[in-house]
Structure formats: structure tokens, C-alpha cells
């Protein structure tokens, strides 16, 4: 009776392990890190090592700050679990994950991977590719993948994505009509003109041209190098959005009150620097190295003065960038556009100062209206970023977002400059054009 009964009881045992055993055949490790992430080096040895005391789990690592499809991937998965993504690593199990490194890390996965493997968990990676194709309108098992270009020394370069290059163009091309940089660069173009010599302002106009924009490239690097390790914290995002609301209302603020209270415009301190600076460039003009070297030292100088004026645009259009998880070879293309275009009104002003040795200034109100057009896009670009950030990577959606701006700018101008003085307002600090003199400056 007894070896009946136990003969019965394996019967009903042995085929329920033995279908257990077949379901549970490996169990997926998901550990998402970033590239130059410290807790990310400190974390993935631990995750390793767990798993090569499970034969049977299978670890896959996937680079998020450098790969759409790897950050996509993330989303998706995040989204499956109800999961918010503040950090990296990111290490899924299952219905279970961690985010950062501690202490009892490797005992928790333990936990997790032999309850799985007894019992068996669902594979959250599995989930998320389906989703993602069925939203492509894909099928497979595989991550959609974007189309690239392979390149000579440089690899493969992913150009799928047409709204990042158009935004990264259109931005530079605001941003390059900076009244502070055209300031400097008028001001010197005008002092080097009265050496009388061509090939002194070519030397002199293209140095500084050079430095400055190299200046400008490694402050941009490095901006996007820590907006890329901290790019899943929601509160970096706010943070961004923040500080580009704060300096497109300030440059709004400018058009209308110029350098009343706080301004992103360089003050008088550091004008009377910027103009001693040139008085040394000049006086060094009687020797080519020391023209070069005095000419670099200013650049330098002028490019850490006139920093205020010159962050707002960087800050917003490399959190773009680090949002997007774009690659580090996509982003030097994507800089390099930027810092071309950007330099496009510097070069049109220097080359035009080099060929007819006659200098043309900045002029306020000149200055007020490229405030008012780039706080703008300020504003509209950072309210994007708060309310709806995904709109920024359709090419459709991203012309819209930019006409709204320009259209918003020009509405203000001709509401500011015409209708509104043909009743007889104006508002702000700059006198209306019957109270300027004959040469448009303004009669104070």
C-alpha cells in the first residue's frame, strides 16, 4: 500500500518538475549602464560574477547614453514594470529591478535569480521588443534598427534622425547672432582696421575666430559629457528646463529693459577688460608671433566674460542631444555643424571688414531685437522640454515648434514697434524713433 501510494504521488510529481524544468530554461539579466558612469563600473563586476555562479541565467549588458535602441529598450521595459528611470545602472530581473549600487546587491540578485529558476519569472526584455515592433509596426524579435552611413575613420553615423540635425542648425544659427560676440568682434575688426594692414586683420580676425570657437566647442563637450551620465534623471531635465526659462525671460526682459537689473550682457568692468585687451593685441601688432599670441590671450579672456551671454543655447541644445541618447561620433558631426553655422555672421562681418577695410558696430537696437528673437526660442524650446520633449524628435513637429517662435518674435516686434506706437505707447527703456538723432542714436 505504501509503495503504491508513493508510486501514485510520483507520478503526479515528476511530470510537473520535469514541465517546470523545461519552461525555466534560462533566466535573463538586464543591466543597463552608461558610458563613463562610476556606479556603473562598480555595479557590473558584482552583476558578472552573480552571474557565472548561475549557468543558467544570461546577462545582457546594454550602453544607454551612446544607443537609441539600447535607451529605447529601457523605456520600454521601464514602462512595462511602471517603472521611472532616475539613474543608471538599471538592472532588471523579471518583475524585479535595481537601480544604483549598494552594498547587498549581490545577495538581492541572488535571491531574485533562484526564485526565478525555481519557480520561473516572466522576461520584461521580451515584452518590450514587442511593443516596440508592434508600435513600428514590425515583427520579430529583434530591436528596430535605425539606418546609418558607414564612414571612412569615423564608422558607421546614424542620420535617421532628420529632426536633430535641423534643430541643431536652426539653434546654432540663433544663437550665433549673440550681441555680446558680435560686440567683441566689431570692436576689434574696427581697432585692427587702423593699422592699415589687410593681411593684420585676416591674422588678427581669424585667430580670434578660431579660439573663441574652440572655447566654445569644449564648453559644449563637456556640457554634453555630464548631461549624458545623469540623462534618466526626470530632475536634471527640470533642471534644464529651468535655467533656459531663466535666461530666455531675462533676454525677453532685455529687449524691452536694457541692462536693468539682471542682465546677460557684458557690463562695463568687463567691457573696459575686453578694450584693454585690445589695445594690447594692437600694440603687438609689430611682431606676427606676439600679434598671434596677445590675439589668442584676448580671445580666451573674452570668451570666459562673455560666458552669460553665450550659455543659454548650449545648455538647452546639448540636453536635446543627451536626451536622444545620442552617440559620441554623431554628437562631434552634430558640434561641428553647430559650431559652423554658429560662426556664420562672425565670418560675414570679418571677411566683409577684410575686403573693404571699413567696420560695421552692433548697434542697441540691433542688439534688443536678437535678444528678443532668441529668448523667445528660449522660452518655447524650454517649455517644450517641461511639457512634451518627444515632440522635439519629429522633423514636423520640430519646424512647427521653431516657426512658432520666430512668429511669436516678429508678432512682438510689430505690435511693439508699429501698432502700438501709432497710439502713441512705447514701452520699455529704448526711446521711440522720433526721439533718436539723425545718425539713429538715441538723444538722452
Not at 154 to 164: N, Q, V
Not at 214 to 229: D, E, H, K, Q
Not at 336 to 341: A, M, N, T, V
Not at 374 to 395: E, K, Q, R, S, Y
Amino acid at each position: 500500500m505504501r509503495n503504491a501510494a508513493i508510486a501514485l504521488l510520483a507520478a503526479v510529481l515528476v511530470p510537473v518538475a520535469a514541465a517546470r524544468a523545461e519552461t525555466v530554461e534560462t533566466v535573463a539579466i538586464y543591466y543597463f549602464w552608461g558610458e563613463g558612469c562610476p556606479h556603473c563600473a562598480e555595479a557590473r563586476p558584482i552583476v558578472e560574477a552573480v552571474a557565472e555562479r548561475f549557468p543558467s541565467a544570461e546577462l545582457r549588458a546594454y550602453e544607454v547614453s551612446q544607443s537609441q535602441e539600447n535607451a529605447a529598450l529601457l523605456m520600454q521595459m521601464a514602462d512595462a514594470l511602471g517603472l521611472e528611470i532616475v539613474a543608471v545602472p538599471t538592472i532588471v530581473i523579471g518583475n524585479r529591478y535595481w537601480i544604483g549600487h549598494s552594498d547587498n546587491l549581490a545577495s538581492q540578485i541572488e535571491a531574485v535569480l533562484a526564485a526565478c529558476l525555481k519557480d520561473g519569472c516572466p522576461d520584461p526584455g521580451a515584452t518590450a521588443v514587442s511593443r516596440m515592433n508592434q508600435a513600428s509596426g514590425t515583427s520579430g524579435s529583434t530591436i528596430p534598427q535605425t539606418t546609418a552611413v558607414d564612414l571612412p575613420f569615423f564608422g558607421a553615423i546614424d542620420f535617421a534622425d532628420k529632426s536633430l540635425w535641423l534643430s541643431t542648425a536652426l539653434i546654432a544659427f540663433v544663437d550665433g547672432f549673440n550681441p555680446c560676440s558680435l560686440w567683441v568682434l566689431s570692436i576689434l575688426v574696427a581697432l585692427t582696421l587702423h593699422t592699415g594692414s589687410r593681411k593684420k586683420v585676416l591674422l588678427i580676425g581669424l585667430t580670434f575666430i578660431t579660439v573663441t570657437a574652440g572655447v566654445y566647442a569644449l564648453f559644449i563637450a563637456g556640457l554634453f559629457t555630464v548631461l549624458s551620465v545623469a540623462s534618466f534623471a526626470d530632475w536634471i531635465r527640470i533642471v534644464v528646463a529651468l535655467i533656459a526659462l531663466l535666461f530666455g525671460a531675462i533676454n525677453v526682459k532685455d529687449y524691452f529693459f536694457f541692462k536693468e537689473g539682471l542682465s546677460f550682457t557684458i557690463d562695463e568692468s568687463g567691457k573696459r577688460q575686453v578694450l584693454q585687451g585690445m589695445r594690447r593685441v594692437i600694440d603687438a601688432s609689430e611682431s606676427v608671433w606676439g600679434l598671434i599670441a596677445a590675439t589668442i590671450v584676448l580671445a580666451v579672456g573674452v570668451s570666459l566674460i562673455e560666458f552669460s551671454c553665450t550659455a543659454g543655447f548650449p545648455v538647452i541644445w546639448t540636453d536635446l542631444l543627451a536626451a536622444n541618447a545620442v552617440p559620441a561620433i554623431t554628437f562631434l558631426f552634430l558640434l561641428l555643424l553647430y559650431l559652423g553655422i554658429y560662426q556664420i555672421d562672425e565670418l560675414a562681418i570679418f571677411l566683409a571688414a577684410v575686403f573693404t577695410l571699413k567696420a560695421s558696430r552692433v548697434q542697441e537696437r540691433q542688439g534688443r531685437i536678437l535678444k528678443l528673437v532668441g529668448g523667445v526660442l528660449m522660452l518655447t524650446l524650454a517649455g517644450v522640454m517641461v511639457f512634451n520633449p518627444a515632440l522635439m524628435d519629429d522633423l514636423g513637429s520640430s519646424v512647427v515648434i521653431f516657426a512658432v517662435a520666430f512668429v511669436t518674435s516678429g508678432l512682438v516686434l510689430v505690435v511693439h514697434r508699429k501698432i502700438l506706437q501709432l497710439f502713441g505707447i512705447w514701452i520699455g527703456t529704448e526711446k521711440a524713433p522720433e526721439q533718436r538723432g539723425p545718425s539713429g542714436a538715441v538723444q538722452r
